[in-house]
Nanobody, 123 residues
Framework: QVQLAESGGGLVQAGGSLRLSCAFS????????MAWFRQAPGKEREFVAA????????YYADSAKGRFTISRDNAKNTMYLQMNSLKPEDTAIYYC????????????????RGQGTQVTVSS
């Protein structure tokens, strides 16, 4: 059974940086496209970024472009989200998701989802 475990969240001041990690286990990591979603208090869950199984293709929400970088290390079965120039509106629970066929899709299209890690950006 595929399991995903996020880490790296925390409290940071506006303008700061964080790197989130998503550890993958229970399957062949190289077979899965991966993505990050987030959900802020009182808001709908939203797509942040996605990466293909090889890492050769990446996709970003407009809110993440130019500030966030998604990457993966297939040797370590881990995906990352480097977040720079953080803003208070980036405050949310960040979730990693995985699927063998979905590259970029809605939350419900990904077969596997982690429990999330809290990111809080203070002004």
């Amino acid at each position: 059974q595929v399991q995903l475990a996020e880490s790296g969240g925390g409290l940071v001041q506006a303008g700061g940086s964080l790197r989130l990690s998503c550890a993958f286990s229970g399957g062949n990591f190289r077979s899965y496209a991966m993505a990050w979603f987030r959900q802020a208090p009182g808001k709908e869950r939203e797509f942040v970024a996605a990466i293909s199984w090889s890492g050769g293709s990446t996709y970003y929400a407009d809110s993440a472009k130019g500030r966030f970088t998604i990457s993966r290390d297939n040797a370590k079965n881990t995906m990352y989200l480097q977040m720079n120039s953080l803003k208070p509106e980036d405050t949310a629970i960040y979730y990693c998701v995985a699927d063998e066929t979905t590259k970029v899709g809605a939350w419900t299209e990904y077969a596997y989802r982690g429990q999330g890690t809290q990111v809080t950006v203070s002004s």
